[in-house]
């Protein structure tokens, strides 16, 4: 079956401006999480979801990060007034309950 | 909270020859190990992974040890390819949820 998918695969933004980024999980997976990659480091924990409400959102860095999953499926991290240091890559991952983890491709944002 | 530490930050072996990456982690209430493998510009993807009921596991080529007294835990390849060359991450949660993750190791294996 299709794996995770994110959209837009790239995105850049000016400095100030609000963005949207969307993730589709597995079909049937329960649980998703959103991460920030930035060069050369790991993936940075931000929230995760299990079915429509934030389990878990203490990784979100400041009060401009906001994510929802309104039906349990699809899920939004928006980020408003971006800054240049909200560059990253920004991974999704889903998982069936507790299992494993698997990631979708990401979006690469990029704050001129 | 979790803070996990990887290293080393860079490893080069000849083809043939192994790579050990190690990894601590600070919270004890962690339960979950996995290892992914990520190549440029690509998803990470899962290689193995480890719960603390066991102290270590194999799969063909790669083992991870765990040792939960000490808190830390070991990624080991064997007779490396120059297609295992990628960065390798390292990560602990409690049941999956809260994953943390090392900074990485960027593996490189000569032919």
């Known amino acids: 079956g299709a794996g995770v998918s994110q959209t837009p695969s790239n995105k850049v933004t000016e400095k100030g401006k609000y963005v949207e980024l969307r993730c589709d999980p597995i079909s049937g997976h329960t649980a998703l999480y959103w991460y920030r990659q930035s060069l050369g480091q790991g993936p940075e924990f931000l929230i995760y979801f299990q079915g429509t409400g934030a389990a878990d959102d203490s990784g979100l860095p400041n009060d401009r990060f906001f994510a929802v999953r309104p039906e349990g499926s699809v899920s939004t991290l928006k980020i408003q007034r971006t800054e240049r240091g909200d560059s990253a890559v920004y991974l999704c991952?889903?998982?069936?309950?507790?299992?494993?983890?698997?990631f979708g491709p990401g979006t690469r944002l990029t704050v001129l | 909270g979790e803070n996990v530490e990887q290293h080393p930050s860079t490893l080069s072996v000849q083809e043939g020859d192994s790579a050990v990456i190690k990894c601590t982690y600070s919270d004890s209430a962690s339960n979950y190990f996995p290892w992914y493998k990520q190549e440029l510009g690509k998803r990470p993807q899962l290689i193995i992974d480890?719960?603390?009921?066991?102290g270590e596991k194999k799969d063909q080529r790669i083992a991870v040890t765990l040792n939960k007294t000490a808190k830390h835990f070991s990624l080991h390849i064997t007779e490396t390819q120059p297609e295992d060359s990628a960065v390798y991450f390292c990560a602990a949660s409690r049941n999956n949820n809260d994953m943390r993750f090392g900074a990485g190791t960027r593996l490189t294996v000569k032919p």
């Open positions: 480890i719960r603390s009921n066991v």
């Open positions: 991952a889903s998982s069936r309950g507790a299992g494993i983890q698997f």
